[in-house]
Nanobody, 123 residues
Framework: QVQLVESGGGLVQPGGSLRLSCSVSGSVSTILHMGWYRQAPGKQRELVARMRSGDSTTYEDSVKGRFTISRDSAKNTAYLQMNSLKPADTAVYLC?????????????????WGQGTPVTVSS
């Protein structure tokens, strides 16, 4: 079974930095998409950053210039470098992955969510 495990969250002061990691384990043939979402109390889940098959990236407007998404395909791991953190960034951050279990380009694409890692930005 495919599992996603996030790490790197915690408590940080405003202006600080964190790096989140998302490790994908199990039977995986091809990872097509890796992204980071976040959900704050009382708010809807929102896209923070994503990277598609062609390595094109998308960022939520409020994090542009501060956050950077990257991935190591050989290790099936995605990262989110978070700099200049603000209290508004406080949320649970979740990794999201689209992948194929079997070789080929026409098989089914499965979607998985991690359990989330909390990030708190406060003095």
């Amino acid at each position: 079974q495919v599992q996603l495990v996030e790490s790197g969250g915690g408590l940080v002061q405003p202006g600080g930095s964190l790096r989140l990691s998302c490790s994908v384990s199990g039977s995986v043939s091809t990872i097509l998409h890796m992204g980071w979402y976040r959900q704050a109390p009382g708010k809807q889940r929102e896209l923070v950053a994503r990277m598609r098959s062609g390595d094109s990236t998308t960022y939520e407007d409020s994090v542009k210039g501060r956050f950077t998404i990257s991935r190591d395909s050989a290790k099936n791991t995605a990262y989110l470098q978070m700099n200049s953190l603000k209290p508004a960034d406080t949320a649970v951050y979740l990794c999201h992955v689209h992948l194929r279990v079997y070789p080929g380009t026409t098989g089914p694409v499965d979607r998985y969510w991690g359990q989330g890692t909390p990030v708190t930005v406060s003095s």
